[in-house]
């Protein structure tokens, strides 16, 4: 069966500190990865899929950057945190429409 | 822009009550539309809907989409606290390939009290 890890589970960060978060799955291949952001109170905004090893598509323009160096790998990274970036950052796997969350960072930037 | 909302926002009911969550949408090219439920952390895949009019069923949940009216609704009947939890509704849109991207609303809560 597939499961996805996340880590860390909590982080906290000051501004203008750099960050990674590593996701990866386990039991599938070349599944569709992505990165989402929960803020409280909103639901879930799409940051960064990725459909392949290397190919990394962005949906809003940010301070944060993704990169999939291996097929079941995908990091979320910052080279200087924002007060704005704080908040619960959620890895899913997808193999078709249907998609399958990690655990989740929460993320709080001081 | 996709567009999805859900209402309530929020809902507080007593255990056996049944409630009726509501998602509607404005996407372009939709292919399919997503109900999920966050508890603590992760959010769990409850339904996929596809084609208007059939329901698609899971125990004491139940699942409708009129995708001539663009809405969903998601059914709990005789609710137990368990059942306390943010209940996010997605769409997806067709973008061709192996491209699914979902598109959520904001979420309801609902608390389920004894």
């Known amino acids: 069966s597939q499961t996805i890890h996340q880590w860390p589970a909590t982080l906290v960060q000051p501004v203008g500190s750099p960050l990674s978060l590593e996701c990866t799955v386990e039991?599938?291949?070349?599944?569709?990865l992505y990165w989402y952001r929960q803020a409280a109170g909103r639901g879930l905004q799409l940051l960064f899929y990725?459909?392949?090893?290397?190919?990394i598509s962005s949906e809003v323009p940010q301070n944060l950057s993704a990169s999939r160096p291996q097929d079941r790998q995908f990091i979320l990274s910052s080279k200087k945190l924002l007060l704005s970036d704080s908040g619960f950052y959620l890895c899913?796997?997808?193999?078709?429409?249907?998609?399958?969350f990690g655990p989740g960072t929460r993320l709080t930037v001081l | 822009e996709d567009k999805v909302v859900q209402s309530p926002l929020s809902l507080v009911v007593h255990e056996g009550d049944t409630v009726t969550l509501n998602c509607s949408y404005e996407?372009?090219?939709?292919?399919?539309l997503l109900w999920y439920k966050q508890e603590k952390k992760a959010p769990t895949f409850l339904f996929m809907l596809?084609?208007?009019?059939i329901e698609k069923k899971s125990g004491r949940l139940s699942s409708i989409l009129d995708k001539k009216e663009l809405f969903s609704i998601l059914n709990i009947t005789a609710t137990q606290t368990g059942d306390s939890a943010i209940y996010l509704c997605?769409?997806?849109?067709?973008?061709?390939?192996?491209?699914?991207?979902?598109?959520f609303g904001k979420g309801t809560l609902l608390t389920v009290n004894p």
């Open positions: 596809t084609s208007s009019g």
């Open positions: 997605a769409v997806e849109r067709n973008s061709g390939g192996s491209n699914y991207k979902l598109t």
């Open positions: 990725s459909v392949g090893i290397g190919q």
């Open positions: 996407v372009t090219n939709f292919r399919s």
């Open positions: 039991g599938t291949s070349n599944p569709n």
């Open positions: 899913a796997w997808g193999q078709g429409a249907e998609q399958f």
